[in-house]
């Protein structure tokens, strides 16, 4: 064989040698990552319903351990979010970084809540690291006694209630709702971590609250779904919305004993709500400036969600405020929990093929939109408030006051629905504005009835 010929050979034998480990190395490549995905976490411990460190849960989810961690990151947002305001720890506050007050960028908030609690301290939200130690030492604990029930939503209650109620969920929440918070509190140890939201043994998600299991009972009720059990009715795609859905709700303390309850027997609007409360009588203070009946509404996302396009195509909370990313081949939801807005490639760009410039500015155009209408609202319902001032001077005992307080009343929890709600309108916002609708109409009404006390008419 000549010289050329015996070369080619060895070059088309050492190429196909190398062709044929690059292809053992490609399979060998292709069935450790299937192996990995087919295994997505390796059991360093063993977990039980006992178990509420998130750290231990993190040995065997590094990842999504190390993304909740980050739920400490404090970024801002056009309309939410804080980036942290530095201040001095005392010996009744050790905090040495608190949210931006949202009491001092919109004083009207004060004197809609005149009398109340969040007249006193009512901040922007920060991420579920700081949702304990926030409720803990806000200003509000030190102007009411606030009673246990409120930690619901602000701890890891799993392991708490079973041992308040000797191994039994219901009995132990029933039980430290009614203690006094300070008490209450001596029991927990953790804002919410994985044991909340998991089964220990099939990490699969469940619902831990029993006041979400009762209210979603009820509100199936009303669309006629009798003796629904989230438990074993709900399917998965729907548990990514309902294990958020037991704490970022409407609610109010029930009774002597403050059971939490959601107002949901009626359904799931504002609307809904405010019929529900207006048959049953419940107020949460005595307007200070006008008498009123007063409600105050909490952080209803899950109630506007419900009534907004994302809801209706399928998309969950877990969908935008969690989403699936790749970890080598492993697809995992980020625990990073966060405003889509600081993740738009993966929260938005999976289902929207625009640009994120575009998107964003879509998000904001909504939320300025709304956040217009509800300074219309608040506006109207300042001017309310003060004619019904006004009015009581000049005669306490007018019937049409009474009037004019209903709609008072009702005014402040459709502005305040919109107030307390987390995505200033975007998750639904037809029925944002709707709701501002509402309230403004009612502030007219209210003043219509004081416009016939004053010209004499019927009051």
Same mark, same amino acid.
């Given at each position: 064989?000549?010289?050329?010929?015996?070369?080619?050979?060895?070059?088309?034998?050492?190429?196909?040698?190398?062709?044929?480990?690059?292809?053992?190395?490609?399979?060998?490549?292709?069935?450790?990552?299937?192996?990995?995905?087919?295994?997505?976490?390796?059991?360093?411990?063993?977990?039980?319903?006992?178990?509420?460190?998130?750290?231990?849960?993190?040995?065997?989810?590094?990842?999504?351990?190390?993304?909740? /961690?980050?739920?400490?990151?404090?970024?801002?947002?056009?309309?939410?979010?804080?980036?942290?305001?530095?201040?001095?720890?005392?010996?009744?506050?050790?905090?040495?970084?608190?949210?931006?007050?949202?009491?001092?960028?919109?004083?009207?908030?004060?004197?809609?809540?005149?009398?109340?609690?969040?007249?006193?301290?009512?901040?922007?939200?920060?991420?579920?690291?700081?949702?304990?130690?926030?409720?803990?030492?806000?200003?509000?604990?030190?102007?009411?006694?606030?009673?246990?029930?409120?930690?619901?939503?602000?701890?890891?209650?799993?392991?708490?209630?079973?041992?308040?109620?000797?191994?039994?969920?219901? /009995?132990?929440?029933?039980?430290?709702?009614?203690?006094?918070?300070?008490?209450?509190?001596?029991?927990?140890?953790?804002?919410?971590?994985?044991?909340?939201?998991?089964?220990?043994?099939?990490?699969?998600?469940?619902?831990?609250?029993?006041?979400?299991?009762?209210?979603?009972?009820?509100?199936?009720?009303?669309?006629?779904?009798?003796?629904?059990?989230?438990?074993?009715?709900?399917?998965?795609?729907?548990?990514?919305?309902?294990?958020?859905?037991?704490?970022?709700?409407?609610?109010?303390?029930?009774?002597?004993?403050?059971?939490?309850?959601?107002?949901?027997?009626?359904?799931?609007?504002?609307?809904?709500?405010?019929?529900?409360?207006?048959?049953?009588g419940h107020k949460d203070w005595t307007?200070? /400036?006008?008498?009123?009946?007063?409600?105050?509404?909490?952080?209803?996302?899950?109630?506007?969600?419900?009534?907004?396009?994302?809801? /209706?195509?399928?998309?969950?909370?877990?969908?935008?405020?969690?989403?699936?990313?790749?970890?080598?081949?492993?697809?995992?939801?980020?625990?990073?929990?966060?405003?889509?807005?600081l993740n738009i490639n993966r929260a938005?760009?999976?289902?929207?093929?625009?640009?994120?410039?575009?998107?964003?500015?879509?998000?904001?155009?909504?939320?300025?939109?709304?956040?217009?209408?509800?300074?219309?609202?608040?506006?109207?319902?300042?001017?309310?408030?003060?004619?019904?001032?006004?009015?009581?001077?000049?005669?306490?005992?007018?019937?049409?006051?009474?009037?004019?307080?209903?709609?008072?009343?009702?005014?402040?929890?459709?502005?305040?629905?919109?107030?307390?709600?987390?995505?200033?309108g975007f998750h639904a916002p037809g029925?944002?504005?709707?709701?501002?609708?509402?309230?403004?109409?009612?502030?007219?009404?209210?003043?219509?009835?004081?416009?016939?006390?004053?010209?004499?008419?019927?009051?």
């Amino acid at each position: 064989m000549t010289s050329p010929n015996r070369s080619r050979l060895l070059l088309i034998t050492a190429g196909s040698a190398v062709a044929v480990l690059a292809l053992a190395a490609l399979l060998t490549n292709v069935f450790e990552r299937r192996q990995e995905a087919r295994n997505p976490f390796f059991r360093v411990v063993a977990l039980s319903d006992t178990t509420q460190d998130p750290a231990v849960w993190g040995q065997n989810f590094p990842q999504e351990y190390d993304d909740y /961690r980050r739920t400490t990151d404090q970024v801002r947002t056009r309309y939410g979010g804080s980036e942290g305001v530095p201040v001095t720890p005392t010996s009744v506050d050790p905090r040495s970084v608190v949210a931006q007050s949202r009491l001092e960028q919109d004083p009207r908030l004060q004197q809609m809540w005149a009398g109340y609690a969040f007249a006193a301290d009512f901040r922007e939200e920060r991420g579920h690291a700081y949702m304990l130690i926030d409720q803990q030492f806000t200003g509000r604990q030190r102007v009411v006694k606030q009673p246990g029930a409120c930690l619901n939503c602000h701890a890891s209650m799993v392991v708490p209630w079973r041992q308040a109620g000797d191994g039994d969920l219901v /009995r132990g929440f029933e039980k430290l709702n009614a203690l006094p918070y300070d008490s209450a509190a001596r029991n927990v140890a953790h804002p919410i971590t994985c044991i909340d939201c998991h089964d220990p043994e099939t990490m699969a998600l469940r619902i831990t609250r029993p006041a979400f299991m009762a209210g979603i009972k009820a509100a199936k009720a009303s669309q006629g779904i009798p003796d629904y059990d989230v438990g074993t009715m709900a399917t998965r795609q729907e548990m990514r919305s309902f294990v958020c859905g037991q704490c970022h709700v409407e609610y109010y303390f029930k009774g002597a004993e403050k059971r939490l309850t959601f107002p949901w027997d009626r359904g799931l609007t504002a609307d809904s709500m405010v019929a529900y409360y207006e048959a049953n009588g419940h107020k949460d203070w005595t307007h200070q /400036r006008t008498g009123a009946a007063a409600l105050k509404v909490q952080h209803p996302e899950f109630e506007l969600w419900s009534q907004g396009i994302h809801a /209706r195509s399928g998309v969950t909370c877990a969908d935008c405020h969690m989403p699936y990313k790749r970890v080598g081949a492993m697809k995992v939801s980020d625990h990073h929990v966060q405003s889509p807005m600081l993740n738009i490639n993966r929260a938005c760009q999976t289902c929207h093929k625009a640009s994120e410039g575009e998107l964003k500015a879509r998000v904001e155009q909504i939320q300025d939109r709304t956040y217009q209408l509800r300074n219309i609202a608040l506006d109207a319902l300042m001017e309310l408030i003060a004619d019904i001032e006004a009015a009581a001077r000049a005669d306490s005992s007018a019937p049409a006051l009474t009037e004019a307080r209903k709609w008072q009343r009702q005014a402040q929890f459709y502005a305040d629905f919109i107030e307390a709600e987390n995505s200033m309108g975007f998750h639904a916002p037809g029925e944002a504005g709707r709701i501002l609708g509402l309230s403004i109409d009612a502030t007219r009404k209210g003043q219509n009835a004081l416009k016939r006390l004053a010209v004499g008419g019927t009051p």
